[in-house]
Every structure is written in C-alpha cells, then in structure tokens.
C-alpha cells in the first residue's frame, strides 16, 4: 500500500502521476528511450518542455506577457537571483519577514542592496501579520518580495497584499504555489522549488512579468540572468530535464482533477479539518498561529505532554502515516498536506491523533 506521506518536500507526488512516470519510463511515447535518456536539444524533449510550459499557462491562467522559466536550481538560488536581476540600478528593496524562509530570502538579499524589512512578523513569535496598509514601505525600493506560505512555522497569506508600494511584488510560493487559484497580473515574478507541490527537488520555476527582463546587473552570473534563460526557451544550459516531464503531468492531473478551484476547496476542507482536531483537543494538541493566518499546506504542532512525541510519530509510522517530524529548527510535528495528499490521509491522521489522545490523555 502507497502511505500517507506528510513530508513537506521532497514531498508526496499524485498517483496517477507516478503510475504514468512508470507506464513512461522504459519506452516514453514508442520511442524505445527513457526521459532521462533524451538530449535536452532533442526533439522529444522539446515537445515535452513545451507541454509542460503550455499545462503550466492553463492550469494557472497565465497571461502571454509573462515568461515562464526553468532552472536546474533550488528555490533558494533565487534569493540571490532576485536582486541581481530585479534591482534595476536601484540600490534598496523592500522585504516582509514571516518566517524562516523569508528571512533567509531578506539576509541573502541584503548581500546585494540595502535589503529593507517592512514588517516582521518576529513580534509575534511568527505567529500573526499585521495588516499591510501599515507596513513601513520604502519609496525607492526596486520590489517587494514576501513569502505566501512559511512551510516551517505554518504561516500562510490568505491574501495577495496591498500596499502603498508601487514596486513589483515578487513572492516565494514555493510551498503553495498551484495550491489555488493565483492571479498573476498582480506580480511582478513568482518562483517556486517543484519539490513541494509540483515535482522533484532541483528543479525551481519562475514566472516574470516580461518588462522586468533584461536589466540584470553585469555582474550576473549568465546562469543566473533571467533574460538569457527566457531567450534560451530555459535552454541555456541542461534542464532538470525530468523534473520539467514531472512537473508537466502533475499539471496534467490538476486538471483532470478539475483545476485549481476544485483543489483549493479539497486543500481548504482538508486544513479546516485537521485545524479543528487540534483545536478541539482541550490543549493535548497545540497550534498557536493566529487563525486568519494559518497555513493550508504545513499544520506544525506541539503536544501538551512534549515526551508523547516520540510515541506518537512511533505509531503513526505503524498506520503508514509518514513523516509527520517537524523541522529541526521547530520541532514538534509537522503535517504537510498539499495537492497530492488525499483527503483519506487526512482522515486517518485525525482519526489515529483522537485514538492516540484517548490512549494517552
Ligand atoms: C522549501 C522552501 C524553500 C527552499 O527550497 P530549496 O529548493 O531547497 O532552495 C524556499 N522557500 C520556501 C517557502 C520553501 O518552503
């Protein structure tokens, strides 16, 4: 049996997509060779790269004057990749710090500008954000970037904010990217790493508004250069040529899952859910994120009795509910549910977590 694996990424990919990974990976469409046999110049790999990129356009509705780009690369590399490319000779950008991951993104970012924190949500304990008609915007800054969804602390934006900013905003949706329906006319680039909600790890994506191309600083690596990626139909150098395949069928069966609308109501009843086990548990179960704020695709939680959590992820295993340890840095459990996750899954944990209460409370 296939288990429930609440890793937050490399994370769980739909079956059908592994079923047709398998169906595919002796001999993909009567060619006799693999995907990951096939020259990236060729033209088999080609008709997939633009497969993927076209699913990618229909599943997210994303309008003709943005790019969408590849890169054998962590979602990380652009945290460099972002100032380098998006500064524009100015030398300020405006940051929101909610968690681990924006932070990291605001620290590398300052290697390269004056990398200017408009509102921390570290008050808090990361716990809540504060309305964004009161963040503190810098007038000169060349984008505002914020994470949607910190995976570690479970702190996710119900909203695409508005700000006094008249600067492109630029967001990390690497753990909720496809999770629903986007508006990308809002944003100046959006990038995700595809190992959470999308594909395999080393593989990252970024979708950029294509006015914002070609104003990269000279000292841009040319692997780096956003510009010369879009010019090279993300073939400059080799792809992550299976992860791009991956990444195209799992848009492949959003769709035949009915899109985006029908999965963000399946993720919201799946998260409503699992919050309200925990909630309900008078305190044997702990989540403390300001409600409003938490997020749909990470559930980090801390039992009353902290010794439990050995046992816990101990006979949870035994159900086949795997990976439910939280980050190193914040311990406790962690249930990361995204696309992929049935709604099966969901239930059992919430059934097991009521039993192991009982056992144990
Ligand atoms: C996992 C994660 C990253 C880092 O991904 P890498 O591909 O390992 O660099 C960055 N941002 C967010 C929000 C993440 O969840």
Redesign the pocket.
């Known amino acids: 049996m296939r288990a429930f694996n609440f890793s ?2 490399p994370a769980m990919l739909a079956e059908p997509v592994i079923k047709k990974i398998q169906e595919e990976l002796l001999d993909w469409h009567g060619t006799g060779m693999s995907v990951m046999e096939l020259g990236h110049r060729s033209d088999q790999f080609i008709q997939i790269l633009e497969q993927t990129e076209q699913n990618f356009r229909q599943v997210l509705s994303v309008p003709d004057h943005y790019e969408i780009l590849f890169f054998a690369a ?4 652009h945290f460099s990749g972002i100032p380098m490319n998006l500064l524009r000779n100015k030398t300020t950008a405006d940051y929101v710090v909610t968690g681990i ?1 924006s932070k990291m993104a605001i620290d590398e970012g300052a290697r390269y500008c004056d990398a200017h924190c408009v509102f921390s949500a570290s008050d808090t304990n990361y716990l809540s954000i504060t309305a964004p008609d009161t963040w503190q915007i810098h007038p000169e800054a060349a984008y505002l970037h914020y ?1 949607e ?3 570690i602390n479970g702190l996710e934006f119900p909203f695409i904010p508005e700000t006094e900013s008249l600067a492109p905003l630029v967001c ?1 949706m ?2 909720s990217i496809l999770s629903k329906p986007l508006d990308i006319s809002r944003f100046g680039m959006i990038y995700a ?1 595809a ?2 909600n999308l594909a395999l ?1 080393g593989l ?1 994506l970024a979708i950029i508004r294509e006015d914002l191309l070609g104003k990269a600083h000279p000292f841009t690596p040319t692997t780096l250069n956003y510009q010369v990626i879009a010019q090279s139909d993300s073939l400059y150098y080799t792809p992550h040529t299976f992860g791009c395949y991956v990444a195209g069928l799992t848009c492949q069966w959003l769709m035949e899952e009915g899109g985006l609308e029908v999965i963000s109501e399946r993720n919201l009843r799946k998260a409503k859910k699992l919050y309200e086990a925990i909630d309900s548990s008078g305190g044997f179960y702990r989540n403390d994120v300001d409600p409003s704020f938490r997020s749909r695709m990470n559930v980090p939680f801390r039992l009353s009795d902290t010794t439990l959590e050995a046992l816990f992820l101990e006979q949870a295993r035994a159900l086949h509910l795997e990976q439910l340890k939280g980050h190193r840095l914040a311990g406790g459990i962690r249930a990361s549910m995204y696309n992929a996750m049935p709604e099966a899954g969901v239930d059992t944990l919430i059934t097991f977590m009521k039993d192991f209460m009982q056992r144990n409370g």
């Not at 962590?74 to 590399?77: E, I, L, N």
């Open positions: 937050a990424g962590p979602a990380r590399m991951w994470t969804n910190e995976t990390d690497t753990s790493g190992q959470k790890g990252s």
